[in-house]
């Protein structure tokens, strides 16, 4: 078992069981290790306590960070990792696809693809060659290589890496010294993509709603067409939909799972807050 599955089954426990508000030594059993051992698990994962991640999580802190409103048009687009690490000149560009590439559901298009592990779990890569088409979570790879040929039924799909599955990696594993810039080739309607190109704006560490989004792209109206492109999202972390929650402090759904959504706020929540700052 990943250091994430660890962590992912330790806050799907944490969920179930809000109401009783576990202990330290609840949780570690329940992921079958020493309480601390699971503490020193979990602080290295995500550089906080147990505690403190579960403060990021929490409603009142959801709420406090959705009431520092600003708007994302006020908002410098940043990207990657805190402290000394981060990452200030990677952009993600994206490219959409012709009419033509979006109708032909991938025919005359060759699609490379990888399996790798990053913080998050394991992910599958997918490019053209003009850049990543799809950025996958999955915890079963057979049925993850399935999602992928349903999404090009008419593209020629193998096994294989090239630069964009590099500048990925590079990426995930932090390593930011010559940082590129990340194409994304995507399949979308236009409205998605108007979409998708919003939640880029969105920093790390913030929170919008739904209704936040519909204003940005001008459309107030359209909160339910926004959830279902957001949830259409195929790139996973890249677009970071897990960023966007209920207007009432809510995590919400997640294409990749809500355990995977919770880490992954919590984890980013903890790198721009750390450990000093309460919920």
């Given at each position: 078992?990943?250091?994430?599955?660890?962590?992912?089954?330790?806050?799907?426990?944490?969920?179930?069981?809000?109401?009783?508000?576990?202990?330290l030594e609840q949780v570690?059993?329940?992921?079958?290790?020493?309480?601390?051992?699971?503490?020193?698990?979990?602080?290295?994962?995500?550089?906080?306590?147990?505690?403190?991640?579960?403060?990021?999580?929490?409603l009142a802190h959801a709420k406090k960070v959705l009431s520092q409103q600003h708007s994302l048009e006020e908002t410098t687009f940043q990207t990657g990792l805190s402290g000394s690490g981060r990452l200030h000149d990677l952009f993600v560009n994206i490219e959409g696809m012709?009419?033509?590439?979006?109708?032909?559901?991938?025919?005359?298009?060759?699609?490379?693809?990888?399996?790798?592990?990053?913080?998050?779990?394991?992910y599958l890569i997918a490019t053209t060659g003009k850049g990543v088409?799809?950025?996958?979570?999955?915890?079963?790879?057979?049925?993850?290589?399935?999602?992928?040929?349903?999404?090009?039924?008419?593209?020629?799909?193998?096994?294989?890496?090239?630069?964009d599955h590099d500048t990925v990696r590079k990426f995930f594993n932090k390593n930011l010294d010559n940082p590129e810039k990340i194409r994304l080739h995507l399949k979308g309607t236009e409205f998605q993509l108007k979409v998708w190109e919003a939640l880029l704006r969105i920093p790390e560490g913030k929170l919008v709603?739904?209704?936040?989004?519909?204003?940005?792209?001008?459309?107030?109206?359209?909160?339910?067409?926004i959830g279902t492109s957001i949830g259409k999202n195929p790139v996973g972390y890249l677009i970071p939909c897990h960023r966007v929650i209920k207007s009432v402090g809510g995590i919400?759904?997640?294409?990749?799972?809500?355990?995977?959504?919770?880490?992954?706020?919590?984890?980013?929540?903890?790198?721009?807050?750390?450990?000093?700052?309460?919920a």
């Open positions: 078992m990943t250091d994430y599955q660890r962590i992912a089954q330790a806050i799907n426990y944490i969920k179930a069981n809000f109401k009783d508000q576990p202990n570690a059993e329940s992921v079958h290790l020493s309480p601390y051992h699971f503490q020193r698990l979990f602080k290295k994962w995500a550089g906080v306590s147990p505690k403190k991640f579960l403060q990021y999580l929490s012709t009419p033509g590439e979006y109708k032909n559901q991938g025919e005359n298009l060759s699609i490379k693809y990888s399996i790798n592990e990053c913080l998050f779990g394991n088409c799809n950025l996958l979570f999955f915890d079963d790879e057979e049925q993850v290589v399935e999602e992928l040929k349903m999404l090009w039924p008419k593209a020629h799909l193998g096994m294989g890496a090239d630069g709603s739904y209704s936040e989004i519909a204003n940005q792209i001008s459309q107030p109206t359209a909160q339910r067409a919400g759904e997640y294409r990749w799972g809500q355990e995977r959504k919770m880490a992954i706020i919590g984890w980013e929540s903890a790198q721009v807050f750390g450990e000093e700052h309460a």
